[in-house]
């Protein structure tokens, strides 16, 4: 009998990896398409203080599928990463990105101080390359501090040396960095200390559970006194209501991106919205 059902999940297994290789491989050929056929596009959240007044955005690459509609980057972008894929999207999103700076940098639109903050994926920034693409992304733009490259946790840990070295490299540039999801990685807050890194960003996770969970409320008040103690900034992600607002603003944090300010957002209606389009 056992030698049976053995046999049988054998089968169930290669069942299953078959399909989802099938499932990875139509993903990979959707992606690629999608490329080619312009079906990626940006939209734009602010980074805003209390009052709502707008300092920076962050870029959100979407995706219409022509059958599926609308697919989360969530889906997606996990899965490019698994190829080179994700390095030819992510040069798209920068271009496009800092496309989109020039332009309305051009058009006198550009509030000084303002910046757009890019994710960058893990593979995308172990890329040999990486300094060039972005150093290529760069050119044209009026000023390089209007880039910021948002990174997570989990890139720095596997060889943090030459991860620091390329983040002086580009920070000699004028690129800064943020950190992105914090508290949600592996790692100790104690290599925070050797990053050339300028704001660390609550994942949402903590902010929502903040009101009713006094274990997130000391958890973020830690992350506020490490990123004072290192001379950063604090963005706090996923802010959906006034009281959230409120009590980060109490604790020290005084920058806020969420859908209590507003949603991610096409490039015209922020332009509408922020710019006075
Ligand atoms: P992320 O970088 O942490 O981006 C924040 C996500 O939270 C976005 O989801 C945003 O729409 C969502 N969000 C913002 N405010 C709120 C809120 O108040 N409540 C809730 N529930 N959610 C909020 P989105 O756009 O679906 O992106 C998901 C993830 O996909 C991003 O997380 C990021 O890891 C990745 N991603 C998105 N665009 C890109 C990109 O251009 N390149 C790369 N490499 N990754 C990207
Ligand atoms: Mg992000
Ligand atoms: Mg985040
Ligand atoms: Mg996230």
New binding site residues.
Partial sequence: HAKMAGGNCIHFFQAQMQASAQARHRMETDLREALHKQQFSL?Y?PQVDHTGKLLSA????RWQHPQRGWV???EF?PMAEESTL?LEI?AW?MNSAMAQLRQWGDAGLLPPGFGLA????PR?FQQADFVHVVQQALQGLADPRQVML?ITEGMLVVDTDRAVERMNVLRDLGVQFHI??FGTGYSSMAYLKRLPVDVIKID?SFVRDMVENPADTAIVKAMLAVADSFNMEVIA????TAEQVHRLGDMGCHIF????FSR?ITAAEFAARYFGQ
């Fill in positions: 939209a959240q962050e870029v959100l690459i989360s980057p969530a972008i994700i992510g999103v890019i994710n960058v994926s995308q948002e992105d999801d949402q992600e996923g802010v959906e991106q969420g859908y209590y991610p």
